[in-house]
Every structure is written in C-alpha cells, then in structure tokens.
C-alpha cells in the first residue's frame, strides 16, 4: 500500500504504544517517518520494530535528523508545546495531529487558527480507556472493552490525511466515556 508515498512524518509520543501505531501505519503506507523515543534501549527497540524507512531518535534531535531544509508532510505530537518547535519545518497544506488524553479545546482552536493561513490543518485525537501493557484493570468504557493503540492511530491519521475539510477538531477515542 503507497498511501502516504512521498510523505515525510514526525511522531513525537510520551505514549509509546500509540506513537508507534501511528508510525507502523504510515511506514507501511510509504511514508518516511522519524520516531522519538527517551532511551536508547527503546530507541533500538522500536527501530527493529519499524525497519529502514523509519528513524528513531531522541526527542532532542528531531530538527538535526531531517537536516537543514528538511520539510515535514505530517506532524503528530503529544501537545502543543511539543509540535510547536516543529512548525516552521512544516509544509504549506500540512497537518498536525495532537495526541493527548486531554488536549484543550481551545488550544486546538488556537493553533488551527495561527496556521490556517499556510493551509495547515490541526486537529487531536483523546484517547481514553486504551490497553496498556501491565494495565490494572481500569473501569471499562459503555463500549465494554479497552481501546487499543491501533485504534487510536487509525483516528489519528484520518485527522491528518482524510478529513481534509476538517481543522480545530477535537475526536474523542475512548470508547464512549465522553459524551455530547
């Protein structure tokens, strides 16, 4: 699958097991992608995970990995503060994704409405009630079950590709836990 052929992505994720779906994803569809992780034993073991069309590196070296000039198609980021670095290395027409339990709601619309002028798109995905490796037994959700990190990626890189008339969007992944 080429989806994201010719696409270049940053996944910058204190969340592990959704950064790396996100990456997973996108690095089967084509794109090249540069991953963060802290320590250098993640680092190793999400770059045997994601194979030679990916990099991970330390959340510190993003910038220098894509070199001088280097432009990013996709950015998906844990919070404003952690993607805002980032935006002068992304393309016109892009689009950031924010994934964090709690992204506010007025800190989407705000940056949608500083970038809306280069046609960038910023969107975020909450997820809540997601699996996590030794999880304790957390109440579950209406929907009955744990979400999964696949799941909350799939969101995420609808945001970022397909709504393409959609920015300052705030999308619930938490199995009903949040309603209207």
């Keep these: 699958m080429t989806k994201y052929a010719g696409r270049t992505a940053v996944v910058v994720s204190e969340a ?24 250098t034993k993640e680092r190793d073991r999400l770059g045997g ?4 069309a990916a990099r991970v590196v330390a959340p510190s070296d993003v910038t220098a990995c894509l070199g001088p000039g280097g432009v990013v198609d996709l950015l998906f980021a844990d919070a404003v503060a952690t993607a805002r670095p980032l935006l002068p290395r992304l ?9 964090t339990p709690a992204p506010s709601p007025a800190a989407v ?17 909450a997820p809540g009630c997601i ?11 209406p929907l009955g079950r744990l ?3 696949e799941e909350v990626a799939r ?13 300052g969007a705030r999308l619930p ?3 009903g836990l949040t309603r209207p």
């Design 16 to 39: 592990t097991a959704i950064g790396l779906a996100v990456a997973k994803r996108l690095v089967e569809g084509g794109a090249h992608v540069v991953l963060t992780a802290r320590t």
């Design 147 to 149: 979400g999964a990190a």
């Design 49 to 52: 995970e994601l194979g030679s």
């Design 131 to 141: 699996e996590a490796p030794g999880g304790n037994g957390a109440t579950l959700p």
């Design 109 to 125: 619309h705000a940056l949608a409405g500083e970038l809306v002028s280069r046609g960038i798109r910023v969107n975020a995905v």
């Design 155 to 167: 969101a995420a890189l609808f945001l970022a590709t397909d709504a393409t008339f959609t920015t």
């Design 173 to 175: 992944v938490d199995g």
């Design 91 to 99: 393309r016109d027409g892009g689009a950031v994704v924010l994934m």
